[in-house]
């Protein structure tokens, strides 16, 4: 499914991706954003202008991204240990094996490797 979306250059890819999800009719935490072969990254601190270039609205005529929806367990899981990493301790089993969710949980505190596939433990 394709969606058009108006955005300013000085629009923060928080902003946008808010925008992408209105017009997708999805949660924005649900989205990934792809931009060739990279991923848009929540937090990112990048502006619409810097990502595809050109001023004012719609300034980057025909700028495309591409749009992987996340499933529902996924973007739960991922928000849960994104506020506590400690919830990856009660997480089932495919979200402990979920490379996402366990380096959210990471990102946190180193300890949340305990809590994850064992295939994890040992991942550099």
């Known amino acids: 499914t394709a969606c058009t979306v108006k955005a300013w250059t000085s629009w923060p890819l928080e902003t946008l991706r808010e925008a992408i999800a209105r017009a997708a009719g999805a949660k924005p935490e649900e989205l990934r954003l792809v931009q060739g072969v990279e991923e848009l990254k929540a937090g990112k601190a990048v502006t619409v202008g810097e990502l595809f270039g050109g001023e004012g609205e719609g300034g980057a005529q025909g ?50 490797l305990k809590f994850a596939a064992p295939a994890f433990r040992g991942d550099r």
Request: aromatic share 8%; no cysteine.
């Open 63 to 112: 700028a495309q991204l591409s749009l992987i929806r996340r499933p529902a367990w996924q973007s739960e899981w991922l928000g849960r240990v994104e506020r506590d990493w400690r919830a990856l301790e009660d997480a089932p089993d495919d979200a402990k094996a979920d490379r996402d969710i366990v380096l959210a949980a990471v990102r946190g505190s180193w300890h949340a």
